[in-house]
């Protein structure tokens, strides 16, 4: 990984977790956080929203909440109303969430979420304060049919409203064919996508260099090291392996 932003290792839980398990894991994260090397990157955990106020709790009481983040795993674009089980970004806020992921493509898929309806949750996000993780990636498809590039470019330029920066965006690229499925792509074709993606973001943004571009997708400690040396892989967004403390650690170590 070359020199660059600070290196941030987030990890989303998705639909994952119950209170007795959790904290087990949780403590044994923030015991390993505590350890006097030090990492160089960011630590970010996106539990249920169940477990947000929680696990809050949990680092407080082993102080390590200065150590790891916390993140939400979607929010409503509007801040409050009559919304029947939906978040809004300022609850988040409220519930100790720093961060929030967007556009992921299971949102897109499970929920229609189009570009317009990331954009409109990633303003939302940014107007309560919160650090945007914003998802984009191409299907086997797609990428069979060398439309990779173009598609994640659309994504990246429908999915960002204007206000965004370094400061308050992350891009996770993170291939559709890839999430859950044991399937990385070939270190050279993630490098080609991030080299795009940081182009597209230099274009648009005066401050585009400084944009974390997290790489996301069957990420393991086995692969990390091969893939976090790649350059402009700012850090990785972090599935299953995120849910054991062992797995999530052994990837953020690869920065220590």
Not at 64 to 71: E, S, T, W
Not at 150 to 162: D, G, T
């Amino acid at each position: 990984m070359a020199k660059g932003p600070v290196p941030l290792i987030a990890g989303n839980w998705k639909m994952n977790g119950l209170r007795k398990g959790a904290e087990a894991e949780i403590r044994k994260l923030a015991r390993l956080a505590l350890k006097p090397k030090k990492l160089h990157c960011e630590l970010v955990i996106c539990p249920p929203a169940t477990l947000l106020l929680a696990m809050q709790g949990w680092l407080r009481t082993a102080r390590a909440d200065r150590r790891i983040a916390l993140g939400g795993q979607d929010c409503h674009a509007a801040p409050s109303g009559a919304h029947t089980g939906d978040i809004s970004a300022q609850m988040l806020k409220d519930a100790g969430a720093s961060h929030v992921i967007l556009g992921h493509s299971e949102r897109r898929q499970d929920h229609g979420e189009t570009d317009a309806t990331v954009a409109a949750k990633v303003a939302a996000a940014h107007a309560a304060k919160l650090t945007a993780i914003v998802c984009v990636g191409e299907t086997l498809a797609e990428r069979e049919d060398g439309q990779a590039e173009a598609v994640v470019a659309r994504q990246i330029a429908a999915s960002l409203p204007e206000g965004s920066r370094a400061g308050n965006t992350v891009i996770a690229y993170e291939p559709v064919w890839a999430i859950g499925t044991g399937r990385t792509p070939a270190p050279v074709d993630v490098a080609r996508m991030h080299d795009r993606i940081r182009a597209i973001l230099s274009e648009r943004f005066r401050d585009g260099e400084l944009f974390r571009i997290l790489y996301g997708g069957s990420v393991k400690p086995g692969n990390a090291p091969d893939l976090l040396r790649i350059a402009n892989v700012d850090g990785a967004l972090v599935g299953g392996a995120s849910l054991v403390a062992a797995d999530f650690w052994g990837i953020a170590r690869v920065r220590a």
